[in-house]
T-cell receptor
């Protein structure tokens, strides 16, 4: 089955630790995205990548980093510089950045203690 | 300004009732796309529809229908004969061509269907 996988579903970390969230897709999509969602809120774009080895900051990139070394993978690192990291993180992909019908993974709920 | 407004924060209806979710957008572009997504309690967003700004025909898919009106900058979503499985948060989104094709999201409308 084609789709997007995010692991783990739930993640707990101590304050001050960096943590990396996984996102893998086997849809052969060029573009990938990371969003943050806080309770009762909409989606905010953290980073996006239009093609392998290229990525751009979204609206709330501070305290986050990404890499896109492979087409199918777009991991997100939440660094200790992110002041309020507890949130629900969603990864998405689209065929290309112009078409933009985005398909989403199941999300990772990160709790920083 | 590029903006999507979903004024209804939460809607609660009884099963089998019809419900309409409002979406109003602002954009300078003459060409753009509009989307609706569903987020069930599990959290994963599910794509429902993508509409090109050139196509103002209403669309129906089973119990779902969409009313796109450029004159009022609205793209409303109606669920006919609601079912408990329709309980979710619904998001409207816009992709104007001058924002590097990034989705501009509304805040979402939480729909509760009571049995």
């Amino acid at each position: 089955d084609g789709g997007i996988t995010q692991s783990p579903k739930y993640l707990f970390r101590k304050e001050g630790q960096n943590v990396t969230l996984s996102c893998e897709q086997n849809l052969n999509h060029d573009a990938m995205y990371w969003y943050r969602q806080d309770p009762g809120q909409g989606l905010r774009l953290i980073y996006y990548s239009q093609i392998v080895n290229d990525f751009q900051k979204g609206d709330i990139a501070e305290g986050y980093s990404v890499s896109r070394e492979k087409k199918e993978s777009f991991p997100l690192t939440v660094t200790s510089a992110q002041k309020n990291p507890t949130a629900f993180y969603l990864c998405a992909s689209s065929i290309d950045w112009e078409y933009n019908e985005q398909f989403f993974g199941p999300g990772t709920r990160l709790t920083v203690l | 300004a590029q903006k999507v407004t979903q004024a209804q924060t939460e809607i609660s209806v009884v099963e089998k009732e019809d419900v309409t979710l409002d979406c109003v957008y602002e954009t300078r572009d003459t060409t753009y796309y509009l989307f609706w997504y569903k987020q069930p309690p599990s959290g994963e967003l599910v794509f429902l529809i993508r509409r090109n700004s050139f196509d103002e025909q209403n669309e129906i898919s089973g119990r779902y229908s969409w009313n796109f009106q450029k004159s009022t900058s609205s793209f409303n979503f109606t669920i006919t004969a609601s079912q408990v499985v329709d309980s979710a948060v619904y998001f409207c989104a816009l992709t104007p061509m001058d924002s590097n094709y990034q989705l501009i999201w509304g805040a979402g409308t939480k729909q509760i269907i009571k049995p």
